[in-house]
């Protein structure tokens, strides 16, 4: 009998590529409205080189901290679970057989052979399938918060990298247009392929990246320009 090949899902992405996602483009948009917001101030050139290197080190820092405590969080929340489940295990297996069987019967199944998967399963792993169909936890969602640091740190410095290259390339009153212009079609670029990537619309998901960078940006700029020292 032939061997069907393993079918991969698109969940089999959900923890690097939100980490991933965010982290881009939270480091274009981030970079580009400091550097913005800092030329609008009408200040030099090198200041705003300066600006926007320090907000790339900076929000990828962040980036990875901020994930890392978060997922770490939810890390220590599974694994409470899974000792508290763990525990009821050793104190009531029957009470646990009764319990994974009537998640069955109301996902759909006869009662009887409820009880039959509950207790092949259970012999097989008990808290394994406790911890899939009772609290939810699988391989392939469960929290990584490593995974989810590195990805969001690397993520941002790449996406800051973009509108930190046309700052380096463009000067005086080209800078604004160009930064704000290449970051725009970077936004949607990265909205277009992360849609993709999770099986969404890619037209939407462009729009709706772009519309809050553009958003972020002008009035980012606003506030440099109306607290600027002037030319």
């Not at 409205?33 to 929000?59: I, R």
């Not at 901020?66 to 050793?90: F, N, P």
């Amino acid at each position: 009998m032939p061997v069907r090949n393993k079918e991969r899902h698109r969940t089999e992405r959900i923890g690097w590529l939100r980490a991933a996602v965010l982290g881009a483009n939270d480091g274009i948009l981030s970079t580009s409205s400091l550097v913005l917001g800092v030329a609008a101030a009408h200040t030099t050139h090198s200041n705003v080189l300066v600006a926007g290197v320090a907000g790339l080190v900076a929000g990828a820092m962040s980036m990875a901290a901020g994930e890392y405590v978060s997922v770490h969080s939810q890390a220590d929340t599974e694994q409470a679970d899974l000792d508290l489940e763990r525990a009821e295990l050793k104190a009531d297996d029957h009470g646990e057989h009764k319990e994974l069987a009537a998640i069955y019967v109301a996902r759909g199944l006869d009662p009887s052979l409820a009880k039959q998967v509950a207790q092949q399963l259970m012999a097989r792993d008990a808290l394994g399938a406790h911890a899939r169909d009772e609290l939810g936890i699988s391989e392939t969602v469960r929290a990584r918060p490593i995974q989810a640091a590195l990805a969001s740190a690397g993520s941002f410095a790449v996406g800051a990298a973009l509108p930190l290259l046309v700052t380096v390339i463009a000067s005086g009153a080209g800078l604004i247009p160009l930064v704000s212009g290449t970051s725009l079609a970077f936004l949607a670029l990265l909205g277009g392929l992360a849609a993709r990537a999770g099986g969404a619309g890619v037209t939407m998901g462009a729009i709706r990246v772009t519309f809050w960078g553009a958003l972020a940006m002008a009035l980012t700029a606003g506030v440099g320009s109306l607290f600027g020292t002037g030319p």
